[in-house]
C-alpha cells in the first residue's frame, strides 16, 4: 500500500451512480467513514475467508476477483474496472470474504465502513435501488458466463474474453493484456495450450494481432461472428 488518505466524497470527481443519489450531509457521513487508498499492480485488497469489516470502491484501476476451489487452485469469477463496489456479495451474505481480490493494475480505492455503508442504505432508498441493479447485473453476467464456459467450444470462450476485455472493461479495442494467457485460460475453464492456439488462429485469420502483451482487434465482425456460433 503507497498511501492513505481522508477524502472528501461531496466533490469525488470519480463518484459512483449509486453515490449521486445520497444527500450532501449523507457524503459527508460516508467521507468520515471512508479511507482512500493507493495500492500497486499485485497487491491484495480482501483475502478469501478474512470478516468482511469494509466495503471497497474502486475509484481507477483494475482487478481481480479470484476464489480458491476445493483442490487448491485459484478461479477467476470477473475483473472489475473503475467505479466499481468490491465486497458487497460477502457484506450482505455472511460478512466473510467469499473473494480475493488482486490489482492488476496500480488502483485507487476507497474503503468504507461496512456498518456505515448499511446505514446509507436502509436510509436512502434509491441509493439502495441503483446498488441491487449492480448486483442484478453481475449475477445476470455471471449465469451467461457459466453457460457459455459449459456449452461454447474453445474459439468461442477465447473470443467471449477478447470482446469481455475489449466492451466491458477497458472499452477499448486496442489494449494491453492485463492477463496472461494461463489466466485468461483460467477465467473461461480452459488450459493455457489451447488459449494460445485459439489466438494463434485468430491472428492468422486476421481477426486480432499481438505484438508483445498489446492486442488490437482487427475485425470485430467476425470475432464476434465466432463468438456468436461457439
Known amino acids: 500500500m503507497k498511501q492513505c488518505k481522508i477524502i472528501q466524497c461531496t466533490n469525488c470527481p470519480d463518484m459512483a451512480c449509486a453515490t449521486q443519489h445520497l444527500s450532501f450531509d449523507e457524503k459527508q457521513y460516508l467521507s468520515e467513514n471512508c479511507t482512500q487508498a493507493d495500492l500497486a499492480a499485485g497487491d491484495t485488497l480482501y483475502h478469501e475467508g478474512t470478516p468482511t469489516a469494509h466495503v471497497a470502491y474502486l475509484r481507477t484501476g483494475l482487478v481481480k476477483e479470484v476464489m480458491t476451489g ?8 470477473k475483473l472489475l474496472g473503475a467505479k466499481s463496489y468490491l465486497g458487497m456479495t460477502s457484506l450482505f451474505g455472511d460478512r466473510i470474504n467469499h473473494f ?3 490489482a492488476l493494475r496500480d488502483i485507487n480505492v476507497c474503503f468504507i465502513n461496512s456498518s ?4 446509507l442504505i436502509n436510509d436512502n432508498g434509491k441509493f439502495a435501488f441503483e446498488l441491487m441493479v449492480t448486483l442484478c447485473k453481475d449475477n445476470l453476467k455471471g449465469s451467461h458466463k457459466l453457460i457459455n464456459q459449459s456449452q461454447k467450444k474453445i474459439y468461442g470462450r477465447v473470443a467471449d474474453a477478447i470482446l469481455y476485455l475489449s466492451d466491458y472493461i477497458l472499452k477499448t479495442d486496442s489494449f494491453e493484456l492485463p492477463l496472461s494467457q494461463a489466466e485468461i485460460a483460467n477465467l473461461i475453464g480452459t488450459t493455457r495450450e489451447s488459449t494460445n492456439r485459439a489466438l494463434m488462429k485468430f491472428i492468422s485469420d486476421g481477426l486480432i494481432s499481438i505484438d508483445g502483451n498489446f492486442l488490437i482487434i482487427k475485425d470485430k465482425r467476425k470475432l464476434e461472428l465466432v463468438s456468436n456460433l461457439g
Open 100 to 102: 480475493s481480490y488482486i
Open 116 to 119: 456505515a455503508f448499511q446505514n
Open 70 to 77: 476445493v483442490s487448491g487452485r485459484e478461479q477467476i469469477f
